[in-house]
């Protein structure tokens, strides 16, 4: 059963802006601090942003100041707005529910130099 449902990745060239877009049930998405992680080959699953239910947001390091992350509570889906991307942002994006840990099926993104 698909707790998250993820879109958005893509191919982009370096500059670039992507949005990803992860929506969950009512019920995840009104408990859960929602989560984008990303992970490239070879590499461990690293944090890129997460959002609380009270919207206080925490970035990695690497993405601060090009990444922000926001959620609408209308329509249970939380975003990741990617501005000013690099070749090192190609990764797959994982969406996550962080008190039932669930995760998205992720979402391939891609940034040409």
């Known amino acids: 059963q698909v707790q998250l449902v993820e879109s958005g990745g893509g191919l982009v060239q370096a500059g670039g802006s992507l949005r990803l877009s992860c929506t969950a049930s009512?019920?995840?998405?009104?408990?859960?601090?929602m989560g984008w992680y990303r992970q490239a080959p070879g590499k461990q699953r690293e944090l890129v942003a997460r959002i609380t239910t009270n919207g206080r947001t925490t970035y990695g390091d690497s993405v601060k100041g090009r990444f922000t992350i926001s959620r609408d509570n209308a329509k249970y889906t939380v975003y990741l707005q990617m501005n000013s991307l690099k070749p090192e942002d190609t990764a797959v994006y994982y969406c996550?529910?962080?008190?039932?840990?669930?995760w998205g099926q992720g979402t391939q993104v891609t940034v040409s130099s």
């Open positions: 009512r019920m995840i998405f009104s408990i859960n601090t």
């Open positions: 996550n529910a962080n008190a039932n840990n669930y």
